[in-house]
């Protein structure tokens, strides 16, 4: 016999489907509706010409610049400093481990103004590349340092996970038969990690792309030097609201097609495990 005043199972599951229901879609929406906002403030006509406005451009072409060089530069530095840290043991390095997470937790412009700090005309190191007339803060060089600074660990972590969880037996295979370290690294591991490194990757270009604070502080807002798409934005909703709306929306679109490379990339990655 059911106990009095007991719900009937087929009104409890009914009441558990609507909950979840009203859970997931309170969420999609809460998440989903700014995005469509910003693309309902402006109509296509209005968007495509500010397409065509010199401060958009301008913004658009140094963003996508600067990161490229900033993604390039971290993946030719972190792959094999990723490698050598997971192969390697050595005094202090959850120390290391902690400092490459660092910038994932401190804010962005606290990051702009520790470069400032060391890099700026008066900074511990840039006071002496001012003396041979050498200036970084508030040039584009700036914007691509913070760059690297704030987002290298997303391809850092990738990096390192993928690194500590290849089976070293491929590569002990290869070594016994005559492979040199370099090699067994460029013909074995780096190709069976490559679709994760791949994600990682595109991941460390969206924030790259994105970043504002650190670049602010240490690079300034200077038109067609310093100034990129997020910095744009800045300006462009105080001066001129089209223009912000624009350039938010381009790069809602490039993030959105980062997040499809990297379920894609990850799905090739699962498919070939």
């Known amino acids: ?112 103004v520790a470069l400032l700090v060391l890099y700026g005309r008066a900074g511990l190191v840039g006071r002496y590349f001012n003396m041979l007339g050498i200036s970084i803060a508030f040039t584009t060089l700036a914007v691509i340092m913070a760059q690297i600074f704030v987002a290298s660990p997303f391809y850092l972590r990738q990096a390192k996970s993928l690194f500590e969880q290849f089976d070293p037996a491929y590569e002990q295979t290869a070594r016994t038969l005559g492979a040199s370290p370099l090699r067994t690294f460029l013909a074995i591991t780096l190709p069976l990690t490559a679709g994760g490194l791949g994600s990682g990757a595109v991941m460390t270009f969206g924030r790259a792309l994105g970043e504002f604070g650190a670049t602010i502080m240490f690079a300034g807002n200077l038109p067609g030097v310093t100034q990129t798409m997020p910095l744009a934005v800045y300006v462009g909703m105080e001066s001129n609201l089209s223009s912000g709306v624009t350039i938010s929306i381009l790069l809602v679109i490039i993030s959105f097609g980062i997040m499809i490379a990297v379920r894609l990339l990850a799905s090739k990655k699962v498919q070939h495990a």
């Open 1 to 112: 016999m059911k106990p009095s005043g007991s719900i009937p199972e087929r009104y409890r599951r009914t009441i558990t489907y609507i909950a979840a229901g009203f859970l997931i879609l309170s969420v999609t929406l809460y998440l989903a509706l700014p995005i469509a906002a910003l693309f309902l403030r402006i109509t296509p006509d209005l968007f495509f010409a500010s397409l065509s406005d010199p401060q958009v451009t301008s913004a658009l072409w140094l963003s996508l610049f600067t990161a490229v060089i900033s993604l390039g530069v971290v993946i030719l530095v972190g792959t094999p400093f990723a490698y050598v840290h997971t192969r390697c043991s050595y005094p202090g390095k959850v120390l290391v481990d902690t400092l490459i997470d660092l910038p994932l937790v401190l804010p962005p412009a606290v990051a702009g």
